[in-house]
């Protein structure tokens, strides 16, 4: 267990649906940042929030969106999916400064 | 942009075999990342460098800042350590916390017994 949940595990929904995947950090971390894996793109960043603060942004489609709560677990609500959306979505938190990055398990996520 | 470009793609290797995977970026980073992917898709953090190298086990990993450069070490590799290789850097810090990482397309190795 590396400290950073992620859940659900597995997710199986229909096109045009919206789903909310959920992250709690490691114990003590500040911040949580929200990656997509899919096959033809790699590993992108797509949000960053510290401390409940939007902080980056990267490669998130409009439909999608993120929050960042007081106990600073994070969801990522992804809307209107596409096919394209499948893919594993990551949840890594961190303290900052010199400390390390922990990744949760990650969600898998298939539209069909 | 920063760009993390990562090589070979794909490495097969005999049990017993040095290993060595390689990653360059093209601007100034606070950190880069080494990390592992097995089959079953989790991601476990590796090292993570901003100077010089360090040593975990039968790993060992490089950076050289001048050169925008690091390098991967696995000896005397395993089947174990067939796995998905993957380089990040780690943007530069602002405001307390830790930038988010970029990704190179990771190298595939596979260790054969």
């Known amino acids: 267990d590396s400290g950073v949940t992620q859940t659900p595990k597995h997710l199986i929904t229909a096109t045009g649906q919206r789903v909310t995947l959920r992250c709690s950090p490691r114990?003590?971390?500040?911040?949580v940042y929200w990656y997509q894996q899919s096959l033809d793109q790699g590993l992108q960043f797509l949000i960053q929030?510290?401390?409940?603060?939007?902080?980056a942004k990267g490669n998130i489609l409009e439909r999608f969106s993120a929050q960042q709560f007081p106990d600073l677990h994070s969801e990522l609500n992804l809307s209107s999916l596409e096919l394209g959306d499948s893919a594993l979505y990551f949840c890594?938190?961190?303290?900052?400064?010199?400390?390390?990055?922990?990744f949760g398990s990650g969600t898998r996520l298939t539209v069909v | 942009k920063n760009e993390v470009e990562q090589s070979p793609q794909n490495l097969t290797a005999q049990e017993g075999e040095f290993i060595t995977i390689n990653c360059s970026y093209s601007?100034?980073?606070?950190?880069l990342h080494w990390l592992q992917q097995h089959p079953g898709g989790g991601i476990v953090s590796l090292f993570m460098?901003?100077?010089g190298k360090k040593k975990h086990g039968r790993l060992i990993a490089t950076i050289n800042i001048q050169e925008k450069h690091s390098s991967l070490h696995i000896t005397a590799s395993h089947p174990r350590d067939s796995a998905v290789y993957i380089c990040?850097?780690?943007?530069?810090?602002?405001?307390?916390?830790?930038?988010?990482?970029?990704f190179g397309k990771g190298t595939k190795l596979s260790v054969k017994p």
């Open positions: 890594a938190s961190s303290l900052g400064g010199a400390g390390g990055y922990t």
């Open positions: 114990s003590g971390d500040l911040s």
């Open positions: 929030y510290y401390n409940g603060e939007e902080r």
């Open positions: 601007v100034g980073i606070s950190a």
């Open positions: 460098l901003s100077s």
């Open positions: 990040a850097s780690l943007s530069v810090n602002y405001g307390g916390s830790q930038g988010n990482l970029i």
